[in-house]
């Protein structure tokens, strides 16, 4: 059991955990909840060790292994799957010391231990989870240092959880993903089988992938059962009765204090009146749980609604490379109250799709057609680095508003939520969320016809994403959206449009029947695009249906079938020592089921040669 309790955390004078206390039991699946910057990854912090607490303690089981997603992407030559591989420390240590073990003893030891973990499965679990993350097994083989850092952070997570710790520590895990990452990483989470704490504003992934609900809020920790759904249902109920009792509470103290104040004077009343002073210094106070007001989100109304279609699409093709565009043959029409969401693996063409309906990226053939005086408002969470980091969000709305009065510029950025001294924070000073709200202002700011947001929702606490959904359904103009926050998608998009296979197609479905085409196929196929520019050689013909060179898996098939041929010779060798069985049965045990396991592997990896073998032969001709 992971068991805190009665925490004290600060960090630079401020008290963010105030006694926080809670009892997380072996295999419990715990949303870690509440607002930006309250404290929930410092409390991640303090259960790995990493920061002190100044008063408490923090009690993990001593044999709990403990894994938490690396800050820092990894790099280097190593394949990916390789670094994955590598992530379960035992199993690496053990096979390497099986490569030059010489003692019976210890031989029986290492072999019945790589069995016992399944050692020999490894690479099959390492592939599937990176597959479920969406790298094909063409993108497994390749150097990590060929990917960009957004990717790199999926491999993180895959080595994170190949490594299956026994508690997992999750800090906003969804934020490199997109909606078909998140959607297999919510139900590996959902069968996870150990204990796992994870961090997240994803409601989708809180209501599907977990079984309780941790709460941070004003220092305080408050464990509640079953899913974020049924947490709201009864933190309402507990605000409700809270400020029942408190109103009742200060009720009885204006009663009490009044007849204080009444009868103080008379001698007569003096022994009543002192025993109600009494009362009251002896009533604990009871604070109602004060809801912390979301600040609302808007878009500013288009000044003139456009004729439909806003813009038309006929046989367009599009990318960066005449020679190897990236959407072919788009046929699509856009109309003024459409709210349209974009699905399909990163690096599929959605940024594709929206820099052509944002006139940021002209069409190589086909025809766009567009509606007259129409204006788009585009948000992307790389423009974070477009922003003045020394400017304030004041200096940013002046810039829009070069001739505007004092008052009017205050006002538009009030408008956009950072009225008051806000207004005047460096950007360097903001929040992540903090951010995103000013981008969305400045993306929005003149009333477009057509608003597209590309992963809005990255930095957002559950209560400014229903904020922002909000916002979207009172817009009257037209929304893009692309997003991996499945309650932004069914709370506001009424089309799905699906981008895979260099085309655009609409998807006649909801967004369950969309989860279960990508958990089925996800398990079957790898994805058909690379995720960086630099395969040169995908079109060899001398490749498996994945694109793996057939020579190169001959050579791994090989390579593994001398390896555990080794391993055998060395268990045979162990196994014909005189009088084995009668000396020492157990050890003999031992080493019989090592060597039943290492011939499991052996017919399999065997297997693997003669397909990948039959393969290359019908390809050479």
């Known amino acids: 059991m992971l068991s805190i309790s009665e925490i004290s955390v600060r960090i630079a004078g401020r008290l963010l955990i105030d006694h926080g206390t809670a009892q997380i039991v072996p295999g419990a699946r715990v949303g870690f909840v509440g607002r930006n910057g309250v404290g929930k990854s410092t409390l991640f912090s303090a259960i790995r060790g990493e920061l002190p607490t100044e008063t408490g303690s923090i009690t993990i089981p001593p044999r709990w292994r403990v894994g938490s997603l690396a800050q820092e992407a990894p790099n280097g030559p190593e394949s990916l799957i390789e670094i994955v591989l590598k992530a379960d420390v035992e199993r690496d240590a ?21 069995v016992d973990i399944d050692a020999h499965s490894a690479p099959a679990r390492a ?24 990717w790199r952070m999926r491999v993180a997570l895959a080595a994170t959880l190949f490594a299956a710790p026994d508690l997992l520590l999750l800090d906003e895990p969804t934020n490199y993903l997109d909606l078909e990452g998140t959607l297999w990483l919510e139900d590996h989470l959902a069968n996870y089988p150990r204990t796992v704490i994870v961090i997240s504003h994803d409601r989708d992934l809180l209501d599907t992938s977990v079984d309780q609900i941790l709460h941070l809020d004003r220092g305080k920790l408050t464990l509640y059962k079953g899913t974020y759904s049924s947490f709201e249902e009864q933190r309402a109920m507990r605000e409700m009765l809270d400020a029942k009792h408190a109103k009742r509470q200060a009720d009885e103290r204006k009663r009490l204090q009044a007849f204080v104040d009444r009868f103080k004077a008379k001698a007569s009343k003096a022994r009543q009146a002192q025993s109600r002073v009494k009362m009251l210094e002896r009533m604990k106070p009871v604070t109602a749980l004060v809801t912390q007001d979301v600040r609302e989100i808007s878009f500013p109304t288009p000044e003139r609604m456009l004729s439909p279609p806003i813009i038309a699409l006929d046989d367009v093709t599009v990318g960066y490379d005449p020679k190897k565009p990236v959407l072919n043959r788009i046929t699509l029409r856009i109309d003024n109250d459409d709210r349209i969401a974009l699905l399909g693996s990163n690096g599929n063409g959605k940024s594709t799709l929206v820099k052509l309906l944002a006139n940021r990226l002209p069409p190589f053939s086909g025809r766009v057609t567009r509606a007259e005086k129409l204006s788009v408002g585009y948000f992307a969470q790389h423009q974070v680095d477009e922003l003045d980091l020394g400017g304030s969000p004041y200096d940013h709305v002046r810039k829009l508003m070069p001739d505007a009065p004092e008052t009017k510029v205050r006002g538009r950025t009030g408008a956009i939520g950072f009225s008051g001294k806000a207004g005047e924070t460096p950007v360097k000073s903001l929040s992540g969320g903090e951010k995103a709200r000013l981008l969305l202002g400045l993306a929005t700011f003149f009333g477009p016809n057509m608003i597209i947001l590309d992963e809005p929702t990255n930095h957002l606490d559950i209560d400014s994403r229903a904020a922002l959904a909000e916002a979207i359904n009172e817009f009257p103009g037209t929304v893009i959206m692309v997003s991996h926050d499945r309650y932004l998608i069914e709370a506001c998009a009424d089309q799905l ?27 079957v196929r790898a994805g058909s695009r690379e995720r960086v520019g630099n395969g040169s050689d995908r079109a060899s013909r001398n490749k498996t249906g994945n694109g793996v060179p057939l020579k190169q898996k001959i050579s791994e098939a090989e390579a593994e079938i001398a390896r555990i041929n080794a391993i055998i010779s060395k268990i045979d060798t162990a196994l014909a020592l005189p009088d084995l069985f009668k000396r020492d049965p157990k050890q003999a045990a031992q080493l019989a089921k090592a060597r039943a396991g290492a011939e499991s592997a052996l017919q399999r990896a065997e297997e693997e040669w003669l397909s ?10």
């Open 94 to 114: 053990l096979l390497r010391e099986a490569e030059t073990a010489h003692d019976p003893h210890r031989i029986a030891e290492i072999q019945t231990r790589l």
């Open 127 to 150: 592939a599937a989870i990176l597959n479920g993350l969406g790298f094909s097994t063409a993108d497994q083989a390749r150097p990590c240092q060929e990917f960009s850092g957004g």
């Open 497 to 523: 449009w699906v981008v895979a296979d260099q085309t655009v197609t609409t998807f006649d479905g909801d967004l369950d029947d969309y989860r279960r085409m990508v958990l089925s196929t996800r398990s």
């Open 612 to 621: 990948a073998s039959s393969q290359y032969d019908k390809a050479a001709g």
